[in-house]
């Protein structure tokens, strides 16, 4: 049981990038939502013009993404990427 | 298996609710308890002297019973009648010699080998799981916040504890099994004064109010018990807690079957709480 | 054959009990005894004087000495004897007071009796005793050093600058342990890290030692002299000679987890040093929290920013076997957890703390940098209880000791919260002040009298919260009252138990450890830093509590202990192992099945003309332990240890059992 | 206040083996006080019960309203950190008491007052009289 978080988090940085979805050339493998170590990644609710669900950030979660580019690196449709944010 | 179960004097009487509810409860679970066809007094207040072996008489005798029916656990309701049982059980298995002596003096009653296993029904339940539990939910009482109170006996002392004595989690389970919401109050392991009852009310109601005080101040809507002392205690000493302290608003106090019962959809008491 | 038996008063500890006169009396009958006395001190001087002129005078060829327990004097007599001349394995010594008078003490004639019989035996075992030569054996100059807190720094320290090679082993990435996480020390409040770090930095730089970080002592084979160790370095995933410390990867991880250095209270990044004085200065990347748990895709933040390129992703545990003369293991300590103190909602409530998390708040270096901040919200708590013996001298949570360094440090916290706090308030729950070290009394009572913090004599019962508050439920024994006390934090001290592994390494090593688990010396008062495993040493609070100045005692203690070993010039071992009669022996290998030291090799017969070659044991005399196993297993009775043959134990026997 | 001390322990030896616990493996810590629910009833502490049994002090001890106070919560016992069960020396002196004098400290009149569970009178009447 986790009862404590560290005091001095706010000294912390991590890399902030943005999730940007080509959702055109999403073909719904899923692997990003897999992937994706920090889970902030979940199946749309629209199609798209190919009638698959493609991923979007889940809501409230849009400052959570660390830039590891795991969904970059593993879409075989290279339809989602990550931008640095600095 | 079907499991013998002791009812207890209280039971009969002022505790009428708790055995009626557990009996619904054990019966919807299918849980097979059946009342012993003939029993005497627990024995309580159990005896805590190494040398007075006759107040262990009436628990060993209804041990003895038990194990000359074929049934190998008793369960009871009454958090009192499980810890003398219990107690005494393991009293007289500890010394072989104090079996002898007991069993030579109760010359009616056939020998007790010390082979009956004391439960309380809440082991049962907790034995069955809450999955078991939760299915049987046909109004789950979502919303309701329970402050869970064990008092002494179910926890203390540690030989006969049917949970963690400083933070148990047996109720808690079980009420959130139900789709109720448990509320840690600190108070849940505190004594509530006992049978001073008897001749000190004023005292129990001191502390009885801490407690329900304690409940109240960590969001509880109701309090569940499982002992007929602990439940007179804190439900029926509160018209004098509110003569002591008049801004004592007051909490409805249950005991946990009967709670179970409501969210198995067999009674209906808990309206506007 | 001329027996002399010598038996020992012990002052009243055998004489109180055992009739000594009437043991003189029937002992100087046995066979082949020439003389038998008693004396009142053996092992003193005059007693020594008094054996060996006897074994002059009377031309004694053995000696029987009943006293005390052989782990207690063997050697003191053994070097009595032979200061006359007269091969100390020509001695036995039964055991009358620890096998016979302390426990018979309420039945002295039985006892006298059980005396006898205890001497009867040692003098049958005598006569079939033959003298034996010590075991030489080269000796490796080189030392290993397991655990690189404060007692392994200072032994690895001591020993090299004696002019010997030290391996200092260390399991986490940094030399230092606890004492790198306190604050400031008791009673001059020097702070740890000042007094440490030099150190820390002097090992690290030393010629003489070769610091292993980040590595554990996987396997130990061998004796004194010459031990062959394998110890495991865990992949750093950084390669050590390219780090420069720096801290770019560091900066650019993406993950946050707690800092076990600061005990959870701090942060730190999956590629992390634990603390920025870290010894040596190397980035770990902690691959249990890393992103790169599985190979299909990495996060390479890391390795981009590394300037150097000393990451590397692919690195493998590695494996040094080294070999070394001699072991001093300096394990340390850990905390009782504090979940095991139900009663006090350890692990429940966040604003209790251990006494070690309370050092983090406390440290300039900590999360907090030295402002105590509690954990729950980051307010500055103004009422602090603190609750010693939370767990020691408390039997039902398994702890009967005293864990020796609390009251002290409770002493210090409270003293340091109130020079950061000056407002607040400090409570401070004792049974007993123990503060037997040298200038203690005087720091407990300045924190007393000059702080004004309040000392109540009494246990706490229970710690609740409430809103946010703890409430306190103690005693004051003192007024003869239950109390409570609304505090903002609580301050445990949980009892200090050994470190985790003790009990694996102890395995390894063959060295014994008491009930608790704590690491057991050979003698408390005579050989209090040697194991009972020759060769193998004890420093620091892997033996028992204590505190840093103790530890530092040990530690020179344990390192002159192996100083003055490595200046011998060989290292002697025992002669009591294993020896094979060839002619009986008929090779089955039962014996080399059952060695657990595996000293026993099946070797052939050189060829004879017209002879089958014959095989049989032989028995490496360096490994051989002298245990016995082989002797009991052999059918033939064709192995025998040294001083022990299989004749001596059971004429032995049959003395302690016939009647007369 | 002083107490003359000399030996006097035929009143502990008896507690003792009524109870079967060890008055003297009690260091005073404290923590059955501490916790104990019926202590701002109490005159003496549930320490210091066990101090006036190890001191001897047994006109003091057998005078005092704390015995009969204890609910026997076992609170004592569960946390005592030498594993006393005081829970059980104090039923030790109510017993002695209750023996040698024969006096009952309830009488079942008191309690006609309301209508009290069964479990409540009949412990009451087990604890308090002869």
Redesign the interface.
Known sequence: ?V???????A?????KGRVIVLAERCKECGLCIE?C?KQILEYSEDYNEKGFHYPVVKAGMENEC?????CQ??CPDFAIFSEKEE | MEIAYFPGCTLKTTARALETSALAVAKTLGIAIKELPSWTCCGTCYSLAEDDLIKQVAPIRTLARTANLGYSILTTLCSVCYNTLAQANLFVKAVPTRLEKINAFMEEEANYAGNVEVKHFLTLLQELGAEKVSEAVKRPLSGLKVACYYGCLLLRPQNVAIDDPEQPSILENIMKSIGAEPVFFPYQVECCGSYHTAVKPEIVARRAHLILENAIENGADIVVTSCPLCSFNLKERQKDIKRLYPGFKGLPVFYFTEVMAEAFGITKILKGI | MRIGVFICHCGKNIAGVVDVKELVERASKLKDVVYATDYVYLCSEPGQKEIQEKIEELELTHVVIAACSPKMHATTFARAVKGVGLNPYLLEIANIREHCSWVHHDKPEIATEKAFRLIKAAVAKVRLAEPLEPIKVPLTRKVLVIGGGIAGIRTALDIANGGFEVYLVERTPSLGGHMAQLSETFPTLDCSACILTPLMVEAAHHKNIHVITYAEVKNIKGIIGNFKVTIEKKPRYVIPEKCTGCGDCMDVCPVIVPNEFDQGLGARKAIYVPFPQAVPLVYTLDLENCLNTQKLVVCEQCYKACGPRAINYLMEPQEIEIEVGAVVIATGFDLLPIENLKEYGGGKYPDVVTGLEFERLLSASGPTGGVVRRPSDGKIPKRVVFIQCAGSRDPEHGCPYCSKICCMYTAKQALLYKHVVPDGEAYVFFIDVRAAGKRYEEFVQRVMGEERIVYLRGKVSKVFQREDKLVVWGADTISGMAVEIEADMVVLAPAVVPSKGTADLAKLLKVSVDEFGFLSEVHPKLRPVESVSPGVYLAGAAQAPKDISETAAQASAAASKVLSLLSQKEATLEPIVAHVDKELCIGCGLCWKACPFKAITMVREEKREGKKRRRYAKVEEAVCQGCGVCMAICEKKAINVAGFTYDQLSAQVKALLEDE | MRLVLKRQDDLLKKVEEISGENVFACYQCGKCSAGCPMSTEMDLLPNQVIRLLQLGANEQLLDCRTIWLCASCFTCTARCPKGVSLTRLMEGVRLVLLRTTKEDQVSPKEMEKEFLPQVALISALRKFTT
């Open positions: 049981m009862i404590r978080k560290p005091l001095n988090l000294k912390f940085k991590v890399p992937y170590p660390i830039f590891c580019l795991f690196e593993i």
